[in-house]
């Protein structure tokens, strides 16, 4: 029997990054989230290290870049940051220097031969609007993301042909408002529901300005990326089960159906109702959310949920919070990356595939993220300098073949991008885990091709690759 798993034509070979977390904020005309985060709380980060420098991408874009063609990537994904692009975050006037450097990094991807995938958030809100204005919490400030938004599409829509509004959305709801782990830190399942509401009207109503300025008539396609999470009953039971469900409609469905149904998980609306946390909107907001459906979603997977039914005893003081229908469910035995402390299962993109077949239109979508990040990558480097990262490979073709086996069931997935081409920056863990198929050293700068980097290349030369032995 043929070993060899080979993917559709044109599938793309990619890996994906963030501006805040490769170029540095050198030049930036305002600070984010992050950069401010820093500077008052330094200890929040791993070994301090904060966003300042990054990977150095300002700076080393073109030799980057053409380390990205050595490695065979035919896509990349990078966004691009509101903090550099934008002078005037009220009216939407560019910065010259951010649309030099933006300009420059479109031009140098092109010229290498690789598709342009240019992201619009990637949890980088300036600060400044969050100090006026809430941040998410507020309307205006998702006009001010629409006027951002279209500044960047008439700078670069000529050659730029595939958008995506948000990275992980569902992020800035848990980790701004409800769990702590990105600033403001605040906990208040009210204004996580608000925002919820708000990011997805930000999203839509920026996919109908794309349309409305005709970008797609040029050829131009936009979607959202979207962390997806399956969320796995402890056991069949009805009360797991339903638990699950919850948890899905919360974390997966809040951003997926909107995204792509043009409305809310029906379940989730209901339930918020109830509660007394329904966000407040519009007709008119709700038929943007309706009209603004992408074009295509990026999925980035990571880990699974495992939930189990609410435990008598486990609510907790911190008010209205989801987490009052599920408890998380520590399963024994579960695989980890003990390093990030993520559950792995590689079979979640199968499931992945197939719900996107049968339940969300067979939509176009890619995955737009998956990896793994390990510390102390040093200690596999050989006598030629080069990081044998074979843990890394095993988990790309164990994610590979589940992608793969729901591709042939025909799921419509066009791309895999892990996370990410070059060490970077990962926010409170900063340089702590790696993720690239580049090395990067953070005192020298010096940038080396790992063994995962020389595997990939084959693996986009060949569009495929053969089996792992045996399936795990
Ligand atoms: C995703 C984010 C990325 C990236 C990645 C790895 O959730 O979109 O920005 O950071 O996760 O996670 P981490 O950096 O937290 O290890």
Excluded at 307 to 336: H, I, Q, T
Excluded at 416 to 440: E, L, M, Q
């Amino acid at each position: 029997m043929d070993n060899k798993l080979i993917f559709p034509e044109g599938f793309w070979w990619g890996s994906a990054t963030s501006g805040p977390q490769s170029e540095g904020s050198f030049n930036k005309p305002h600070e984010s989230i992050f950069d401010y985060w820093y500077k008052i709380e330094p200890e929040a980060f791993f070994d301090k290290v904060g966003p300042r420098i990054t990977s150095n991408f300002y700076n080393s874009y073109k030799e980057d870049l053409a380390m990205l063609k050595e490695i065979g990537l035919n896509s990349f994904r990078t966004s691009i940051q509101w903090t550099r692009l934008i002078k005037d975050l009220e009216t939407g006037e560019p910065d010259e220097d951010g649309v030099r450097f933006y300009n420059a990094v479109i031009d140098e991807t092109i010229s290498n031969g690789i598709i342009p995938v240019m992201n619009l958030h990637h949890f980088d809100l300036p600060i400044e609007l969050y100090e006026k204005y809430g941040g998410w919490e507020s309307k205006h400030v998702v006009k001010l993301f629409v006027r951002f938004a279209e500044t960047a599409f008439k700078l670069f829509g000529d050659r730029v042909k595939y958008w995506t509004t948000f990275n992980e959305p569902i992020v800035i709801v848990e980790g701004q408002y409800l769990y702590e782990f990105h600033y403001p830190k605040v906990v208040d399942g009210k204004k996580a529901m608000q925002v919820l509401y708000n990011v997805n009207l930000a999203s839509a109503s920026v996919i109908k300005r794309f349309r409305e300025l005709g970008l797609q008539e040029q050829g131009g396609k936009i979607g959202i990326i979207l962390n997806l999470t399956p969320a796995y009953p402890r056991s069949d039971s009805d009360e797991d089960i339903e638990a699950s469900r919850i948890a899905d409609a919360f974390f997966n469905a809040s951003f997926l159906d909107p995204a792509v149904k043009g409305s809310f998980p029906e379940k989730l609306v209901e339930l918020l109702k109830m509660d007394g946390v329904l966000w407040e909107s519009t007709v008119e907001e709700d038929r943007v959310i309706n009209e603004g459906t992408v074009d295509f979603l990026g999925v980035n997977y990571y880990q699974p949920r495992r939930v189990k039914a609410k435990e008598a005893g486990s609510l907790d003081d911190r008010g209205w919070m989801p987490d009052k229908y599920f408890d998380n469910y520590d399963m024994p035995g579960k695989r980890m990356n003990p390093y990030r402390g993520w559950e792995i299962y590689p079979k979640a993109m199968y499931d992945i595939a197939i719900n996107i077949r049968d339940n969300y239109d067979n939509i176009p979508w890619f995955i737009s993220e998956n990896g793994m990040g390990v510390q102390g990558e040093e200690k596999y480097v050989n006598e030629e300098g080069i990081i044998e990262d074979d843990y890394r490979i095993e988990f790309f073709k164990e994610h590979l073949q589940y992608l793969h086996q729901g591709i042939s069931e025909g799921s419509n997935c066009f791309g895999y991008h892990t996370w990410t081409p070059i060490d970077c920056w990962s926010w409170t863990n900063a340089y702590k885990n790696r993720y690239g198929f580049i090395a990067v050293d953070l005192k020298t700068k010096n940038k080396t091709i790992k063994k995962s980097g020389r595997w990939i290349k084959e693996v986009s030369e060949n569009n495929g690759f053969y089996k792992l032995s045996q399936d795990k």
